[in-house]
């Protein structure tokens, strides 16, 4: 049986408070930490308050290795994010609480968040956010928080699978579906893929942090496409991991499109536990050395991301265990999963944040027509990044890990392939024993 794995423990607290009158709406804590109480959580506001009235905009503090950011959203809500200093920028804190918001988003509509009526009663709403909030705050295999880019699972010969995918999705009176393995895609239909790189980020979340159930029904609102009007996500679980979900209205009933599962995809069950069982993401006739212990590779045009803690699996458990023992001790997926996230917080947006943008469309509207906040624009004239004042190009960078001799190598290129997905810029992050 396939199952999730969790990554490294992760330390931090999430506040949501309204930025009006400053009540706290919830706090989340994950890792071993106190809970956070109400008059920190009153420190923390009023500090953000404070400068607000000033007419000054408080975005991070760092104090004693912790790093607080603060972002209002509507001038109605409030996220304070309470995390470990592992970054040189807070950049990825701040998407980070751009997902946090959204994903509340998802689950009850921005009518409710950018108007708060009646505060009790959006306490009670936002309670059905607490499993999502929590899987995205404590950090799973799922690089999306991260890079930003929707998590996808490399498999061979996936015309089958999408063929079926396309016959299910019309039998159910929907253009938009996708088949996952733990919150990763294996094939989606195209209406899919033309929903924002966001909306199917935290959608993919959603499903893997749902509780285990043969089918489920859920009404979601699209952050970008359709913030105030839900339609109902439902979704079937194929196998232990796998998951089939379609977006839909009111058509059509939960157990009529049950029935079509069985009828679609009770055929392709020995496919479907094959692309279960291949955790390395990485497809037959791959050539990938097996001194690569992780990767995770980013089209930065698409932002699709494929990435893998065990992508030596397929060569035998005994040869990846040689091959990450190194001096110290054969590497955890745990550590693995560290240091490749340390990795990539130190070099995208700080040494190559260019790079990151390249290519990709920058939203300035929401379907409702309201202006969204364009990306923070980051130069070297900051100070705060690595890169300034290099004059050259960066492609290439590395760390040497202080636990074991093992290393991170970086490497961004330009690739042009006739396939939908593989044209334009790529980066990716690998660890190898040094």
Known sequence: ??????????????????????????????????PLSFPVVGSLNGVHLFASNLKTSLLSCTNGGVKVVWKCFYQSITLILVMTDDSPVETHLLHLLDTMFNALVLLIGLQELECVQNVERLKKDLKCCYPLIDNLL????????????????????????????????EAVHSGYGCVSVDGKIIVATESWWNLSPLEIGLLAHLI??????????????????????????????LLEGVHVCVLCDAEPSLRRAQDEVGVYWSGLTERLVKCARNPSSVPPGVDLSPSVLAFCLVNLRSRRCVSSLKPSTFLGDSINNTLSAGFQGELSTEERHRYLVDFYKTVADN??????????????????????????????????????????????????????????????????GSGRGTRGSSSQLIIKPF
């Open 1 to 34: 049986a396939h199952s999730h794995v969790r990554t490294y423990t992760i330390m931090a607290y999430l506040a949501a408070i309204t930025a009006e009158t400053g009540v706290p709406l919830f706090v989340r804590t994950t890792g071993n930490l106190p």
């Open 138 to 169: 404590q950090g799973t295999q799922l690089m999306y928080p991260l890079t930003q880019s929707v998590d996808v699972v490399a498999v061979e010969d996936v015309s089958t699978l999408s063929q079926c995918m396309d016959a299910f999705s």
């Open 208 to 237: 893997a942090s749902l509780p285990p159930a043969r089918c489920q029904d859920i009404p979601v609102y699209l952050p970008r496409a359709s913030n105030k009007v839900a339609h109902r996500m439902l979704v079937f679980s």
């Open 351 to 416: 040494m190559l944040p260019s790079q990151v943008k390249d290519g990709v469309k920058q939203e300035t509207t929401a379907a409702n027509g309201a202006q969204l906040r364009p990306p923070e624009e980051v130069t070297p004239a900051n100070g705060r990044l690595l890169h300034a004042g290099i004059p050259h190009k960066i492609t290439e960078s590395y760390i040497c890990t202080k636990e074991s001799n093992h290393g991170c190598v970086q490497d961004s290129n330009r690739q042009q």
